[in-house]
């Protein structure tokens, strides 16, 4: 069977920040979400940059090898952060995560860093596909592998701290992975300026409840801001179509910083 997407895509800056530093894309065979930081226009230049250079997958010609395609994608992106960084000695400290998937036909590759968030709404289910690159989860991790507990009050304190980004260094390789897309799944890429203030079983209920992806995109946005706002909340969602149910001729959506310069 010939499959697509129907795609939707928002970004917000939130009740509390004075920019919006997320960026987010989605186009028939790329969606993408990246959340900046750094300070001082650091966090917008890096999520567009990195944004702006991925696109081009969305019209390439699709290769045999997806993870392969994205992975290298991203090592591009990762690149022209680095020079960048080069040339605008003030923007050192930026840097971004990075969650993207790449389409072709039923077959799609993720790839990951940071604390984004890519979620699957499947049967009736809704599936966390990322781990969070924080230290408390590499705390707990760690713990786990070791038999103990990891101490609350010390992963409470490093939930936000990220041990991974694209920042234009070496060694900043993503998760990779193949996925088989099915008819009917539903796919959320998200910044943690939506799953922070927004849980889990809220996102599952406004995932299956409200069939049009722009609807869910702007319920999902204006729930993050109903619970305070904090950050900038950045959503993209991808539904697995019959390609033949799609009319077609969609123009690919930028959202958040991104869509600014
Ligand atoms: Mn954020």
Not at 186 to 205: F, K, N
Request: aromatic share 4%; hydrophobic share 40%.
């Amino acid at each position: 069977m010939n499959v697509a997407i129907r795609y939707a895509a928002g970004s917000d800056i939130g009740c509390n920040r004075e920019n919006n530093e997320d960026s987010g894309y989605a186009g028939a065979r790329l969606i993408a979400v990246a959340d900046g930081m750094g300070g001082y226009a650091g966090g917008e230049v890096a999520s567009s940059t990195v944004i702006g250079s991925l696109r081009s997958l969305d019209t390439a010609a699709p290769k045999d090898d997806l993870v392969d395609m994205l992975g290298r994608a991203v090592a591009e992106a990762n690149e022209k952060l680095r020079i960048v960084r080069e040339e605008r000695p003030d923007l050192s400290r930026m840097g971004t995560t990075l969650t993207a998937m790449l389409w072709s036909g039923e077959s799609v590759a993720l790839a990951h860093v940071g604390d984004s968030r890519g979620y699957l709404l499947r049967d009736g289910e809704l599936f966390q596909m990322t781990q969070d690159h924080t230290m408390d989860e590499l705390l707990k991790a760690e713990a786990e592998q070791a038999g103990q507990q990891a101490d609350p009050g010390e992963t409470s304190r490093l939930s936000h701290v990220l041990y991974r980004v694209l920042d234009g260094r070496e060694d900043r390789e993503p998760d990779l992975r193949l996925r088989e897309a099915r008819l009917g799944d539903r796919y959320l890429l998200c910044s943690d300026g939506l799953s922070g203030p927004v849980d889990a079983q809220r996102i599952y209920e406004v995932l299956s409840a409200e069939a049009d992806p722009q609807r869910a995109v702007d319920r999902l946005i204006q729930l993050a801001r109903d619970n305070g706002g904090p950050d900038n909340i950045t959503a993209v969602i991808a539904d697995v179509v019959e390609a033949e149910h799609l009319h077609g001729g969609e123009d690919p959506v930028v959202v958040g910083a991104a869509a600014q310069s």
